[in-house]
């Protein structure tokens, strides 16, 4: 079992006394909204590119690499058998909100720097996706529902999977 670090504790114990004070209950709700929003986004993306965009292509990209972001954020969960900091019936590590996030992130981040059309909305775009994967992950600590550790290595893995998936994309087209 994979035990959490000092840090994720020290960060626990913090975020314990901040979130709990008088007036910052709305936060937590503000929070919860972004948790929900890695669904919406994912169903947003997918309504963008298949109906408008009519791009099937990068719209089957999106579904494979989300069914792989979050088969391996399972399979790691079940290898490292670490506990939520509440002690609850669900694993840990890695926070697979995040892992989509980040995922969806670099995925739809690459495909508008990519995209040959002028303009200078792309990388406000871009770094709006990655402010969004970044607040879907501050948001698990938040809620108290991941260590410190598990935001980070979601993180890591969503972004990683979000890069290979996007790098592999013409092997995929072809199939």
């Keep these: 079992m994979l035990a959490p670090l000092p840090i994720d504790r020290e960060l626990f114990r913090w975020v314990v006394v901040v979130s709990n004070q008088p007036g910052l209950e709305w936060l937590a709700f503000l929070f919860w909204i972004l948790t929900v929003s890695v669904t919406a986004v994912v169903?947003?993306?997918?309504?963008?590119?298949?109906?408008?965009?009519?791009?099937?292509?990068?719209?089957?990209?999106?579904v494979i690499s989300s069914i792989a972001t979050f088969a391996?954020?399972?399979?790691?969960?079940?290898?490292?058998?670490?506990?939520?900091?509440?002690?609850t019936d669900l694993l840990s590590f890695p926070s697979r909100h995040t892992?989509?996030?980040?995922?969806?992130?670099?995925?739809?981040?690459?495909?508008?720097?990519?995209n040959k059309e002028k303009g200078s909305y792309k990388w406000p775009v871009a770094v709006s996706l990655f402010t969004w994967a970044a607040l879907v992950g501050l948001s698990r600590l938040w809620l108290e529902e991941h260590w410190l550790t598990d935001v980070f290595a979601g993180a890591v893995i969503g972004a990683l999977l979000g890069w290979i998936f996007w790098k592999m994309r013409n092997r995929i087209y072809k199939k």
């Excluded at 965009?53 to 999106?62: E, G, N, S, V, Y």
């Excluded at 892992?99 to 990519?114: H, N």
């Design 43 to 62: 169903l947003a993306a997918l309504y963008y590119y298949w109906r408008v965009r009519r791009d099937h292509k990068f719209t089957a990209l999106i």
């Design 72 to 87: 391996a954020t399972e399979a790691i969960k079940w290898l490292a058998q670490r506990p939520r900091p509440h002690i």
């Design 99 to 114: 892992a989509l996030a980040f995922m969806l992130a670099f995925l739809i981040g690459a495909y508008v720097l990519s």
